[in-house]
C-alpha cells in the first residue's frame, strides 16, 4: 500500500484535528505523520568503533549521519531490497541499536559521564538506557527502572545483548523512589505519553487519542518529574521528555515543576537541528517564559518522530550565580 492510499484511508478525530489545528500547520503535520518514517540506528560503541560498523555494512547499505548524534545514521539499503535491519548479525550481535533518531536526543541532553550515579526512570525497552551506558563507558552506576513484569523482558535482553554491565535493574513505579534515600547525578523521566508525536509509526494512535486520557497521564508526569528532580543531588541534571506533542503533558508539566521550586532552574537546549518554538499559552493557561528554553520537535521539522525536552539544573535555595 502506498502512501497517498494510506493518507486517504485515514481519519482523525474532530477534536484532535481541531486542536492540532491551533498549535501547528495541520495539513503539514497531518502529510508527515501519515508518511513512512526513515529507519535509523545509533552504533552501540560498548561493542563496536563507528568506524568498525560502517565498515561492516557499507557494501549493502547507505548510511547517513544524523546530525545531533555522533553515532546516529539513517541506514536504507542500497538496492531498497531490505527494510529489516533487526535480522542483521550485527543487531544480534549489539553493535547497533534500532533508534528512532529524535529518540537519541534525550541521553545526549542528560549528557551522562564516567562514574556517576544515573537513574533511567522509565527504561523499557532500553534504547535510552543503552545509550546512557554507552556515554558512561559502563562505568558507574545505572539503575533502569520500569513498572511492569512486561516491560522487563526486552529491557533486560536489550542491555545484555548491548553488552551493559553498569546497570541495575529495578521494577516499581518511579514515585517510589523518593522513599530511596539515594542521591543521583541525572536523572533521565522518559514518561509514559500519549505518543502523538509517533504516529508514523504507531497509527493506533490516533484511535486511542483522547483529552481526558491526555489529562490522566499529565497528572502522573507532574508525579514522575517531581520525584526526579527530588533524588538528584545538588548541581545535578534531570531531563524530562516524551514522544506527545501536547502541551498539557510537556510545557504544563514543566512549567508545574519550575513554579513550585525555585531552585530547579531550565537550561538551553542547543542542538545541530530545527526546532519548533514552545507553547506558552494552551486553553487559556499561561506559561512561564522560561519554557522557551525546552525543546519541541514536530515530525516536518526534521522528519522525525516528534518529541518534547526539557533540562532542568537543582541549585542551592539562594539565587544562582
Not at 539513517?74 to 549489539?94: F, Y
Not at 497521564?217 to 516524551?242: C, D, H, M, P, W
Given at each position: 500500500?502506498?502512501?497517498?492510499?494510506?493518507q486517504k484511508?485515514i481519519t482523525f478525530?474532530?477534536?484532535f484535528?481541531?486542536?492540532?489545528?491551533?498549535l501547528?500547520?495541520?495539513?503539514?503535520?497531518?502529510?508527515?505523520?501519515?508518511?513512512?518514517?526513515?529507519?535509523?540506528?545509533?552504533?552501540?560503541?560498548l561493542?563496536?568503533?563507528?568506524?568498525?560498523?560502517?565498515?561492516?555494512?557499507?557494501?549493502?547499505w547507505?548510511?547517513?549521519?544524523?546530525p545531533?548524534?555522533?553515532?546516529?545514521?539513517?541506514?536504507e539499503?542500497?538496492?531498497?531490497e531490505?527494510?529489516?535491519?533487526?535480522?542483521?548479525?550485527?543487531h544480534?550481535?549489539?553493535?547497533?541499536?534500532t533508534?528512532?533518531?529524535?529518540s537519541?536526543?534525550?541521553?545526549?541532553?542528560l549528557?551522562?559521564?564516567?562514574?556517576?550515579v544515573?537513574?533511567?526512570?522509565?527504561a523499557?525497552?532500553?534504547?535510552?538506557?543503552?545509550?546512557?551506558?554507552?556515554?558512561?563507558?559502563?562505568?558507574g552506576?545505572?539503575?533502569?527502572?520500569?513498572?511492569?513484569?512486561?516491560?522487563?523482558?526486552?529491557?533486560?535482553?536489550?542491555?545484555?545483548?548491548?553488552?551493559v554491565?553498569?546497570?541495575?535493574?529495578t521494577?516499581?513505579?518511579?514515585?517510589?523512589?523518593?522513599?530511596s534515600?539515594?542521591e543521583?547525578?541525572?536523572?533521565?523521566?522518559?514518561?509514559?505519553?500519549?505518543?502523538?508525536?509517533?504516529?508514523r509509526?504507531?497509527l493506533?494512535?490516533?484511535?486511542?487519542?483522547n483529552p481526558?486520557m491526555?489529562?490522566?497521564l499529565?497528572?502522573?508526569?507532574?508525579?514522575l518529574?517531581e520525584?526526579?528532580?527530588?533524588?538528584?543531588?545538588?548541581?545535578g541534571?534531570?531531563v524530562?521528555?516524551?514522544?506527545?506533542?501536547?502541551?498539557?503533558?510537556?510545557?504544563?508539566?514543566?512549567?508545574?515543576l519550575?513554579?513550585?521550586?525555585?531552585?530547579?532552574?531550565?537550561e538551553?537546549?542547543?542542538?545541530?537541528l530545527k526546532?519548533?518554538?514552545t507553547?506558552?499559552?494552551?486553553?487559556?493557561?499561561q506559561?512561564?517564559e522560561?519554557?522557551?528554553?525546552?525543546?519541541?520537535?514536530?515530525?516536518?521539522?526534521?522528519?522525525?518522530?516528534?518529541?518534547?525536552?526539557?533540562?532542568?539544573?537543582?541549585?542551592s535555595?539562594?539565587?544562582?550565580?
Amino acid at each position: 500500500m502506498n502512501q497517498q492510499s494510506i493518507q486517504k484511508q485515514i481519519t482523525f478525530k474532530p477534536k484532535f484535528i481541531e486542536r492540532y489545528s491551533k498549535l501547528t500547520d495541520w495539513e503539514e503535520f497531518r502529510q508527515c505523520s501519515l508518511s513512512f518514517l526513515r529507519r535509523s540506528i545509533r552504533v552501540n560503541t560498548l561493542k563496536i568503533t563507528i568506524k568498525e560498523l560502517k565498515e561492516r555494512l557499507e557494501n549493502k547499505w547507505n548510511l547517513e549521519q544524523i546530525p545531533w548524534c555522533r553515532e546516529g545514521f539513517w541506514i536504507e539499503h542500497s538496492k531498497k531490497e531490505r527494510r529489516d535491519i533487526g535480522n542483521l548479525i550485527e543487531h544480534s550481535l549489539g553493535y547497533f541499536y534500532t533508534q528512532e533518531a529524535a529518540s537519541m536526543i534525550p541521553p545526549i541532553v542528560l549528557n551522562p559521564k564516567p562514574n556517576e550515579v544515573v537513574l533511567d526512570m522509565a527504561a523499557s525497552p532500553g534504547s535510552k538506557t543503552t545509550q546512557i551506558a554507552q556515554y558512561m563507558q559502563n562505568t558507574g552506576i545505572l539503575i533502569a527502572n520500569d513498572y511492569t513484569i512486561e516491560r522487563m523482558k526486552p529491557l533486560s535482553i536489550n542491555l545484555q545483548r548491548c553488552g551493559v554491565t553498569n546497570s541495575i535493574i529495578t521494577l516499581m513505579e518511579g514515585q517510589w523512589f523518593r522513599k530511596s534515600g539515594i542521591e543521583f547525578d541525572r536523572v533521565l523521566v522518559d514518561a509514559p505519553c500519549s505518543g502523538t508525536g509517533t504516529i508514523r509509526k504507531s497509527l493506533k494512535t490516533i484511535g486511542i487519542w483522547n483529552p481526558d486520557m491526555v489529562r490522566r497521564l499529565a497528572i502522573t508526569q507532574r508525579q514522575l518529574i517531581e520525584t526526579g528532580f527530588n533524588l538528584i543531588k545538588e548541581g545535578g541534571t534531570l531531563v524530562y521528555s516524551t514522544c506527545s506533542l501536547e502541551p498539557e503533558e510537556n510545557e504544563e508539566v514543566v512549567n508545574y515543576l519550575i513554579n513550585k521550586y525555585e531552585n530547579a532552574k531550565l537550561e538551553e537546549i542547543n542542538l545541530n537541528l530545527k526546532k519548533s518554538p514552545t507553547i506558552l499559552e494552551f486553553e487559556g493557561k499561561q506559561y512561564n517564559e522560561e519554557i522557551n528554553k525546552c525543546l519541541r520537535i514536530w515530525p516536518q521539522d526534521n522528519d522525525t518522530e516528534g518529541f518534547f525536552v526539557a533540562k532542568l539544573r537543582k541549585y542551592s535555595t539562594r539565587t544562582p550565580k
